[in-house]
């Protein structure tokens, strides 16, 4: 299998259109700006933070204790819920850029997904009932889960109703709600609860996972991926990465993001930073002139000059050292 690049899952010809959705995007939710709040650092609480840069009219701050930048003031969960349900941005990415790229994803990103997630059940001994994943999305990952018949239970939780019915359509069990209105019985607890690229976007983190905590059976284990705020290429961009964007209001870094699930009544079991793509997405932007290396030889000739050489061996080097932009944290709920 070759190595994944950023074109695989965006294909070019078509974000140019994204771009336009994602700029009237950044209107809308400016526009509700006088409804923003203040917040103190949702990774470890602490309030004193230090201004990091600006970019598209957000401010992002950056946590002096742990290192998280987010932004602030920022859009409280009323205003992003708005903002997500009439979204052209995330219409575009469903009705055009995920169809087009999905059997991409399914191979590069979901195959090697569902793959880590199983080793690390077989790893942790954890139960197999039943297992949740909370912003299913198209519902890509739960069907790969399904597919290999590990769990006897796969549940995707999607509140947007067109991609629940995506869902549905692919004979998955959907609960199309907030996880914040999800009730269960002690009988029906998870196993493992899942949450991919989720909680960088959410108004409070800490709540969110409070409740996949509820949702978890004693023994069971939490798995969430989302990105690296320390990682190479958003260390190395800042402004320029397209990660930093006005959807994502959260930028953890593995030890953070461990504090914080350690503070909310769990064991940090493992994190690692599996992210395949830093490399290539900083060479882009080299590529298309949007990030000058002039002034950097190194850089330049790891990513550029002898990037056939180097570029592989580079992102290996990050993906084994933590400081690629793409992280996991696994934890277990501990039995009463
Ligand atoms: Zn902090």
């Not at 203040?38 to 990774?43: F, G, K, L, M, Y």
């Not at 469903?94 to 199983?118: G, K, M, T, W, Y």
């Not at 798995?223 to 994502?248: K, R």
């Not at 932007?285 to 950097?296: A, M, P, Y």
Request: glycine share 8%; charged share 20%.
């Amino acid at each position: 299998m070759s190595s994944l690049t950023e074109k695989d899952i965006r294909p070019v010809q078509l974000m140019a259109k994204q771009r336009i959705a994602a700029l009237t995007d950044v209107g809308r939710m400016l526009s509700r700006c006088s409804e923003f709040v203040h917040v103190d650092c949702p990774a470890c609480g602490a309030n004193n933070a230090t201004r990091k840069f600006e970019k598209n009219g957000f401010s992002y701050v950056e946590c002096k204790t742990c290192h998280t930048f987010y932004v602030n003031p920022r859009p409280p969960s009323e205003v992003l819920d708005w903002f997500y349900q009439g979204s052209p941005n995330y219409a575009y990415w469903n009705e055009v850029i995920f169809p087009a790229s999905e059997a991409a994803r399914l191979e590069r990103i979901f195959v090697p997904r569902v793959d880590q997630l199983l080793e690390l059940c077989k790893k942790y001994s954890v139960e197999t009932n039943a297992i949740l994943e909370i912003g299913a999305g198209f519902g890509t990952f739960c069907a790969e889960v399904q597919k290999r018949n590990v769990f006897r239970r796969v549940v995707a939780v999607e509140p947007t109703p067109d991609l629940a019915n995506t869902c549905r359509g692919r004979g998955l069990e959907v609960l199309e709600q907030p996880v914040e209105q999800i009730q269960l019985g002690i009988g029906e607890l998870f196993d493992v609860v899942a949450s991919f690229e989720v909680i960088e976007h959410l108004f409070s983190p800490k709540d969110f996972i409070g409740h996949m905590f509820r949702l978890l059976k004693p023994g069971g284990i939490m798995m969430l991926a989302c990105p690296n705020g320390q990682g190479f290429d958003i260390q190395t961009l800042g402004i320029a990465s397209n990660t930093v964007d006005h959807e994502h209001l959260n930028y953890f870094n593995p030890e953070s993001l461990a504090g914080l699930l350690a503070h909310s009544g769990l064991d940090v079991l493992e994190s690692f930073t599996p992210g395949k793509l830093d490399a290539d997405l900083v060479r882009n932007k080299i590529l298309t002139g949007e990030f000058d290396v002039s002034g950097q030889p190194f850089l330049k000739k790891i990513l550029v000059d002898e990037w056939v050489k180097l570029g592989g061996a580079f992102q290996e080097f990050l993906i084994q050292q933590g400081l690629s932009s793409n992280m996991w944290v696994v934890a277990r709920k501990p039995h009463e």
